[in-house]
């Protein structure tokens, strides 16, 4: 009898281990980058700040669920229910969201820019603030809300030197030493700019890991110059002979002025051998 005891005891601590195992990320699903959750009932699932980057969320469940700053930068939300959904500082940049059903749902400072709204529903959606650009669909017939730019002005100076007219300039002879040449770039040598506002350059592999296995990455800093509120950066994956044979994208929250930022854009295929920039964004 003791012996079955035991027995019994091993049984219920296995089947919890089991259970346990069983319910990582929420309502028993993996929340993560490129999670396949096609059909996943997460109806009020707390996902706030959750980074499901390139994730398929075709045909889900979300009504009521809070997706507040949420990454779902290119996510399939092809006939997904957001129905009263919290997307409030999202990012949905490239987001496939074809027949969503968003009634009542709040996007509210959200990033549209590319993403594919057509035949979705916008009853009673909150779209204040909100980011989109000419890449953005809409749903036909649907007047978007108007965007507004903010000009920052930065004032120049123009410095007077009077020099009286008895004065005497002395010029040295020139001197056979070449000048050392002096860096007076706003980005550090070695860096691409891109648009005046951000620079990057390739990392060493000695300088990051890739923070997912079973996929290509790669290593990507930057520098923003007068600050962005989330950079977004796309390399193009090509095989031996050159070919494009895949995409790996990452994105970076906010970066201040003179600060250094690292990406690592992954989800290309392991038989990729060297990459391309696509794009490098730094939003405002």
Known sequence: MKRNRWVAVGIVGLVSILAACGNSGTNGYTIKPYADLTKANLTNADLINANLLGADLSDADLRGADLTNANLINADLINANLRGADLRDANL????????????????GANLRGADL?????????????????DTIWPEGFAPPVTTTTTVYIPTTTTTVYIPPTTTVYIPPPTTAAPVPVWSKWYPQGYTPVDGVIAWRWMNSSEFKCDFSGA????????????????????????QAGRVIGTAIDSLGAIGAGQHGVLKPSGAPTNSVQGSIDQVSCFS
Request: charged residues 20%.
């Open 93 to 108: 940049r490239g987001v496939d969201l074809t027949n969503a059903n968003l009634t009542n749902a709040s996007l509210r």
């Open 118 to 134: 057509s035949d979705a529903n916008l009853t009673g959606t909150a779209l204040r603030d909100i980011k989109w650009n000419s």
């Open 216 to 239: 290509k990455c790669w290593g990507v800093e930057v520098v923003a110059r007068y600050g962005c509120s989330s950079v977004y950066v796309t390399v193009s994956a090509e095989d």
